[in-house]
């Protein structure tokens, strides 16, 4: 008796990041797309809460109650009055430590897996509440599709797209770490005098119309150059990537993974295999969005209620 679910990964193709505020966050206009890349979480009945994993990279993510999947579970858990007594298995395939939302992909999947195995009846605005509590980017891991998320990125305003944008992802060869990443964007930003971070018009258009061009022209990550400074051969994977005819380049999120966004599938075919051949990055995907949030794709056939804690 287990229930799986497929979470997507994710791609910003707006990242406009505020000045720091007091409590160390910083305001965003983030504009996510989620992509075709996948992590599949299970979660079976158990003696104890406990997080298995397997897929590429697997070994660099937490198997404790670290892991946002746990916690994930362990916050349903207490809303409910219940015990958290469940097997985590992730099965990996979404970058780790890539920019690209794994970690916060599987706090969602875990989330709405423990929510159909318990039978606990959650509404969608309770949902979206523990996942904001879990993450930023939690809660589009959960909706999917291409949404605007303000304050930390948590609140949500489901977008139009018109079309879909197909996109090959570069991973480099090491992570990066994302409060190292901010940490880097307030020194660089230092006696700078920031903007207050807003969605862009062009690009909310261009999503909208489903132009993959008009994209191109208008995609942003204010975080690219603290990226970059971090890990300066970045810099060498974005030319490769548009030396092969991507419309355009940028960092995914915090990095280190990046995002080419191209006209069609063929020209993904050929962006990706020119960035494998460049020797610049240690793997290559091509992926397509928007793509579904986090879906049940197997469940018992009947509820499963356990004791309450």
Same mark, same amino acid.
């Given at each position: 008796?287990?229930?799986?679910?497929?979470?997507?990964?994710?791609?910003?193709?707006?990242?406009?990041?505020?000045?720091?505020?007091?409590?160390?966050?910083?305001?965003?206009?983030?504009?996510?797309?989620?992509?075709?890349?996948?992590?599949?979480?299970?979660?079976?009945?158990?003696?104890?809460?406990?997080?298995?994993?397997?897929?590429?990279?697997?070994?660099?993510?937490?198997?404790?109650?670290?892991?946002?999947?746990?916690?994930?579970?362990?916050?349903?858990?207490?809303?409910?009055?219940?015990?958290?007594?469940?097997?985590?298995?992730?099965?990996?395939?979404?970058?780790?430590?890539?920019?690209?939302?794994?970690?916060?992909?599987?706090?969602?999947?875990?989330?709405?897996?423990?929510?159909?195995?318990?039978?606990?009846?959650?509404?969608?605005?309770?949902?979206?509440?523990?996942?904001?509590?879990?993450?930023?980017?939690?809660?589009?891991?959960?909706?999917?599709?291409?949404?605007?998320?303000?304050?930390?990125?948590?609140?949500?305003?489901?977008?139009?797209?018109?079309?879909?944008?197909?996109?090959?992802?570069?991973?480099?060869?090491?992570?990066?770490?994302?409060?190292?990443?901010?940490?880097?964007?307030?020194?660089?930003?230092?006696?700078?005098?920031?903007?207050?971070?807003?969605?862009?018009?062009? +690009?909310? /258009?261009? @999503? #909208?119309? $489903?132009?993959?061009?008009?994209?191109? =022209? %208008?995609?942003?990550?204010?975080?690219? *150059?603290?990226?970059?400074?971090?890990?300066?051969? +970045?810099? /060498?994977? @974005? #030319?490769? $990537?548009?030396?092969?005819?991507?419309? =355009? %380049?940028?960092?995914?999120?915090?990095? *280190?993974?990046?995002?080419?966004?191209?006209?069609?599938?063929?020209?993904?075919?050929?962006?990706?295999?020119?960035?494998?051949?460049?020797?610049?990055?240690?793997?290559?995907?091509?992926?397509?969005?928007?793509?579904?949030?986090?879906?049940?794709?197997?469940?018992?056939?009947?509820?499963?209620?356990?004791?309450?804690?």
């Amino acid at each position: 008796m287990s229930v799986t679910v497929r979470v997507p990964a994710k791609v910003n193709v707006q990242l406009a990041v505020g000045a720091a505020r007091p409590d160390g966050f910083h305001d965003l206009a983030n504009v996510f797309l989620a992509v075709g890349l996948y992590d599949e979480v299970t979660v079976t009945p158990a003696d104890e809460l406990r997080v298995t994993c397997a897929g590429p990279d697997a070994a660099q993510v937490p198997l404790d109650r670290t892991n946002l999947a746990a916690r994930a579970a362990e916050a349903l858990a207490a809303r409910y009055g219940r015990s958290d007594a469940v097997h985590i298995h992730i099965a990996k395939d979404i970058p780790v430590a890539g920019g690209m939302a794994g970690g916060s992909a599987d706090g969602a999947g875990a989330l709405v897996a423990c929510d159909a195995l318990w039978g606990t009846g959650a509404s969608r605005a309770e949902l979206l509440d523990i996942c904001a509590e879990l993450g930023s980017d939690v809660p589009f891991s959960l909706v999917g599709g291409a949404a605007l998320g303000v304050g930390r990125g948590e609140k949500l305003t489901a977008l139009e797209t018109g079309g879909t944008f197909h996109w090959v992802f570069a991973m480099a060869d090491r992570g990066l770490s994302t409060p190292a990443v901010f940490r880097e964007f307030d020194r660089l930003a230092e006696g700078v005098d920031i903007p207050e971070p807003v969605a862009s018009q062009p +690009l909310l /258009d261009a @999503l #909208a119309k $489903g132009d993959p061009d008009a994209l191109a =022209a %208008a995609v942003s990550n204010d975080l690219q *150059p603290a990226a970059l400074s971090l890990f300066p051969e +970045l810099a /060498d994977t @974005l #030319a490769a $990537g548009r030396t092969a005819g991507a419309l =355009a %380049a940028l960092v995914s999120g915090s990095g *280190p993974t990046t995002a080419f966004l191209v006209r069609d599938p063929e020209s993904a075919a050929k962006v990706a295999q020119a960035l494998a051949a460049s020797g610049t990055c240690r793997t290559v995907r091509t992926a397509a969005g928007p793509a579904a949030g986090a879906t049940v794709i197997d469940r018992p056939s009947h509820e499963v209620h356990g004791t309450p804690a």
